[in-house]
């Protein structure tokens, strides 16, 4: 069986890397990927995600039994609907699933329809009732575009003015375009951050290991938000009952919700939960699957990757089985200046073996040569599995310290959380 992803980052790299391993694949082809994801094996395609109908006749042509969708903006764009309009088997949710995460107000409607519990919210569109809103709520409370921002569109206020100004700039100020044309001004969360992800089919689900990624760019959560710096899983300290109750009050309500709404919701769903005082609320849903959380979740898969997708692709029970071995700990390596401008073209260091595993996101080879050069914000991620947070750590640090990082950063607190 010949299979295809799409997308380029690291996310997608875990995807396909995972994919060859299972057993009956002969090729998996990344539209259009990273340099560093040949070192795998994985065979690039040159089409962009948006390019729908190419990358349909390229599924044609080339017998893919079906194709893993990793970006959000492929998913909002309707990529899943094109494929499917042709004949083709994709996993990821159509548009209108999707709307989950593409739009922040409909997956509040949806919550509160369906008794999800979120943090109390208002809908605005007009600053003045925006402003009011803020002012009669106090501080703090936290703004949100309503579309996709690139995990960008979200401000924490810890004051009145703070949420007033981020208010003004995205509906006033137009900084995220369409995106921010509605904001979502909603009620301040207190409590750890984790992340629970779920294979979806309509109405049946299967849980994978938690997860917690690093948002902030340095150590101590300080320095702006980023795509996310490092991950682990699964969350050592976060008790089964926890994950149990997610399931109950959250997964489960939300995809009977959307099977009720005529959106039936096929792929990887992602909540992205704080676990309050209150038991554990909805930040934000994803259609999709989290970039670095999949590079940390895939290698404790123990099970038939292709296997597993084609099951649940089929409405058949997948067999999925996981490591039991402690922990799977990433750092992600960026260009220094990231998330704002950096530098490209840094010479990368040799890809790893043995059991720490490196994931490619920004890479590129060098024009007459064999070198690997950064090409992104985020450049490459290391990854180990071991029996404690702390071990993973040192393996990964250690190894890092090796490496030549000139022009690179990581954060050194990847997991310190949990020890
Ligand atoms: P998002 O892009 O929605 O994941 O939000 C980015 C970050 O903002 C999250 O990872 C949280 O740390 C924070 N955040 C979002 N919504 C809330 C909330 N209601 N309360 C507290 N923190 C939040
Ligand atoms: N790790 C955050 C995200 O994928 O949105």
Not at 294 to 313: C, E, G, V
């Amino acid at each position: 069986m010949k299979l295809l992803v799409v997308g380029s980052g690291g996310r997608e790299h875990a995807i396909a890397k995972k994919l060859l391993e299972s057993s009956g694949v002969e090729a998996v082809y990344v539209a259009p990927g990273n340099d560093g994801m040949t070192l795998d094996g994985l065979q690039l395609v040159p089409i962009g995600i948006s390019e729908h109908s190419a990358l349909i006749d390229f599924a044609k042509a080339n017998d893919i039994a079906w194709t893993f969708i990793g970006p959000d903006d492929a998913l909002a764009a309707g990529i899943v609907d094109d494929f499917n309009a042709a004949g083709l088997k994709a996993f990821g949710p159509t548009k209108a699933a999707a709307e989950l995460e593409w739009s922040k107000d409909f997956a509040k409607e949806i919550m509160v329809k369906y008794g999800v519990p979120t943090a109390a919210y208002g809908t605005f569109s007009d600053f003045e009732k925006a402003k009011a809103y803020i002012e009669a709520q106090g501080a703090p409370i936290v703004v949100k575009a309503d579309g996709l921002a690139l995990g960008k569109g979200v401000v924490v206020a810890e004051t009145v003015e703070q949420a007033v100004e981020a208010a003004h700039e995205m509906l006033l100020d137009n900084k995220f375009g369409d995106s921010g044309a509605r904001v979502v001004i909603e009620e301040f969360l207190d409590g750890e951050e984790f992340s629970l992800f779920a294979f979806v089919n309509g109405d049946k689900f299967y849980i994978l290991p938690t997860a917690q990624d690093h948002k902030r760019a340095y150590d101590g959560d300080k320095g702006p938000n980023t795509g996310g710096m490092g991950a682990y899983a699964p969350v050592p300290h976060l008790p089964q009952s926890v994950v149990d109750r997610s399931v109950e009050t959250i997964v489960k309500p939300v995809l009977e919700g959307m099977m009720a709404e005529g959106r039936p919701y096929l792929g990887v769903l992602y909540a992205g939960l704080i676990l309050t005082a209150d038991g554990p609320k909805v930040i934000e849903f994803n259609s999709r699957f989290g970039d670095p959380e999949t590079q940390i979740i895939l290698p404790r898969l123990t099970s038939d990757f292709a296997q597993n997708i084609s099951d649940i692709l089929d409405g058949k029970e997948p067999t999925l089985t996981w490591t039991e071995q402690g922990v799977t700990l990433g750092v992600v390596v960026a260009s220094e200046g990231y998330p704002l401008a950096y530098e490209k073209g840094v010479e990368l260091p040799e890809k790893t073996s043995g059991d720490i595993i490196t994931y490619y996101a920004g890479a590129k080879f060098a024009e007459n040569g064999k070198a690997l050069l950064s090409n992104g914000g985020r450049v490459y991620m290391l990854v180990t599995t071991a029996d404690t947070v702390k071990a993973a750590q040192d393996k990964i640090y250690q190894k890092l310290s090796e490496q030549a990082t000139q022009g690179l950063f990581y954060r050194k607190d990847i997991g310190t959380k949990a020890l």
